[in-house]
Structures are given as structure tokens and as C-alpha cells.
């Protein structure tokens, strides 16, 4: 009781440097990540302890004016109530960043350096193409798909005109 | 300062009151236009196609250009 007491009084952080001690043994010392934090998330609003730990003169007879009635507070004392146990507003802690410039510039330099990589592979690496690409043969390919009537509806064989052997208009 | 208290029920059931009809309608439209601008054409063109078909025209001009295996051309 008497070390609980002790303890509200030292104040909400500085638990960490006072060890209770009962019966013989002590309590093992706990760490400053180990007690519950503070931190600005949308998905969880009311954090576990508020953000100013050590309060000065003002905001401590701010604090006991709260305990009575509400109306009486000012709006900038409201405020400096909220600024007390929040860090940053929600408006504040959801606005973006400038991240995304970057992101767009990084995937334009990593693009980038892809296209030289490829464009040196054509030169460097890859063989010739095979025969079946040359003009002659590519003529030969269309006449045959012409004489087989390849999609002669509304595709290939459609958009030639068989009379006067040219495409259509 | 005092602002209104915000909507805390019914967040799902406005949005879903909102958008699904319009939704729906923006599907059937979609549906439509793919049908009246796609479908309806397209068997329309293949319906004009084969209404002009000359079989034995077409089979013999296919003929004399080489592309059968099974048949030889005209005059061989």
C-alpha cells in the first residue's frame, strides 16, 4: 500500500528507476519499453497513458480545474487539455506524407536501368532472330492465311478485298 | 466550438444504401452496351456474311490457291 502510494507520487514514467521492495527479495527493474507507451494510431484512439508525463505549474492547476465543472474552462484551456494527453490531433496524424514523389522516382530510375539492361541484352546476348521474321517470308505467311480465308467475318480475310487483290479501304 | 456529434451507426447500412443501386444500374448498363454494341453486331455480320456465301465459289478459289492437302488443284 504505502509502495503504491510511493510510487503515484514519483509520477506515470519514472516507475522504472524505484524498485518496491517486499519481503526479502526485489522486484526486477522494468524497462522503459515494457510499460505501456504512448503513440498516435487511427485504429486505436485513447492511448494507455497520456503524452505529457511531467507537467509544469500551469498545466498541473489546469488539471485540477478540470476536476470541476467543464463549462467553467475557456476554449484554449480546453485545448491545452487535449494537447496534455494527445500528441497529435487525428486531422494531424492522418494527413500524407511526400512519400509518394519518391516512390514514383524510384520506379522510374529502377525502369530505367531495366530498359538499359535489355537494350544491352539485344545487342550482347541474344542470337539472330529466326528466318521465319524476314519480309519474304512474312509475305508469303499473310498470302497463305489470305488463300486459307483465316477469320474471313469480321478479322484477317475480312479487311481484304478478293476481287480487286488489295486491302480494303 | 461545440460541433455536432458525429454519425456513430448505420456507417455500412448509408453506404450500402448509396451505392448498391447505383452499382446495379451501372452493371445493367454496362451488360447493355456490351450487348447492343458487341454481340448484336457481331451476329449480325456473320448473318450478312453467309446469307452472300457462295460455297463452291469460295471452295474452288481456295482450291486453286494451294492450301488443301486433301484435294489438288484444277488442271493437275
Not at chain 1, 522494468?30 to 497520456?50: S, W
Not at chain 1, 494537447?83 to 511526400?98: D, P, V, Y
Not at chain 2, 453486331?41 to 457462295?54: E, I, L, M, S, T
Request: hydrophobic share 40%; with cysteine.
Amino acid at each position: 500500500m504505502l509502495a503504491t502510494r510511493a510510487l503515484s507520487l514519483v509520477g506515470k514514467r519514472a516507475i522504472s528507476t524505484s524498485i518496491c521492495v517486499r519481503g526479502e527479495h526485489g522486484v526486477a527493474k522494468v524497462d522503459d519499453y515494457a510499460l505501456p507507451a504512448y503513440f498516435d494510431r487511427r485504429e486505436n484512439p485513447l492511448p494507455d497513458v497520456q503524452f505529457v508525463t511531467e507537467l509544469s505549474a500551469v498545466q498541473k492547476s489546469l488539471k485540477e480545474k478540470e476536476k470541476g465543472s467543464w463549462a467553467t474552462l475557456s476554449n484554449e484551456e480546453k485545448i491545452a487539455l487535449y494537447r496534455i494527453s494527445f500528441k497529435q490531433s487525428f486531422a494531424e496524424m492522418n494527413e500524407g506524407t511526400k512519400e509518394w514523389k519518391s516512390v514514383i522516382a524510384g520506379m522510374f530510375f529502377f525502369i530505367g536501368m531495366t530498359g538499359l539492361v535489355v537494350l544491352w541484352q539485344r545487342k550482347f546476348v541474344y542470337g539472330p532472330v529466326p528466318p521465319t521474321f524476314e519480309s519474304e517470308w512474312k509475305e508469303k505467311e499473310v498470302q497463305r492465311m489470305l488463300d486459307m480465308r483465316i477469320n474471313p467475318v469480321e478479322g484477317f480475310s475480312a479487311k481484304w478485298d478478293y476481287e480487286n487483290k488489295e486491302w480494303k479501304k | 466550438m461545440s460541433l455536432a456529434k458525429p454519425a456513430m451507426r448505420g456507417l455500412l447500412g448509408k453506404r450500402l444504401r448509396f451505392h448498391l443501386p447505383i452499382a446495379f444500374a451501372l452493371s445493367l448498363v454496362a451488360a447493355a452496351a456490351f450487348k447492343y454494341g458487341v454481340t448484336e453486331p457481331r451476329k449480325q455480320a456473320y448473318a450478312d456474311f453467309y446469307k452472300q456465301y457462295d460455297t463452291t465459289k469460295e471452295f474452288n478459289n481456295m482450291r486453286d490457291a494451294g492450301v488443301f492437302e486433301s484435294v489438288r488443284t484444277t488442271g493437275e
